[in-house]
């Protein structure tokens, strides 16, 4: 098995800045992409960011230059720098790993993190 934990999350004003972080851990030989996407209430989960293993990155259209993805590939980490926040950015914040156990390759999800964008 595979956990994924999320932390960074909160309360923010309009403007301000919030920096996710992911950590993987258990039956990992090795992370080929790893993500954030979003889901706000009555909203489908979106993606936000992706990254793969080479550092290939893709951002949601919304993103508009606001967001950085990053990860550790040594530490099977991820990380979104949020920047510019706006209250449409409220939503929960979820992690995604596109893991390789061995034997199997597995998609995993955190259990989200929350963030909050006041105007």
């Known amino acids: 098995q595979v956990q994924l934990v999320e932390s960074g999350g909160g309360l923010v004003q309009a403007g301000g800045s919030l920096r996710l972080s992911c950590a993987a851990s258990?039956?990992?030989?090795?992370?080929?992409?790893m993500g954030w996407y979003r889901q706000a209430p009555g909203k489908q989960r979106e993606l936000v960011a992706s990254?793969?293993?080479?550092?290939?990155?893709n951002y949601g259209d919304f993103v508009k230059g606001r967001f950085t993805i990053s990860r550790d590939n040594a530490n099977n980490a991820v990380y979104l720098q949020m920047n510019s926040l706006e209250p449409a950015d409220t939503a929960v914040y979820y992690c995604?790993?596109?893991?390789?156990?061995?034997?199997?390759?597995?998609?995993?999800w955190g259990q989200g993190t929350q963030v909050t964008v006041s105007s």
């Open positions: 995604n790993a596109d893991v390789n156990m061995g034997w199997v390759f597995r998609t995993y």
């Open positions: 990254i793969s293993s080479g550092g290939t990155t």
């Open positions: 258990g039956s990992i030989v090795s992370i080929h992409v």
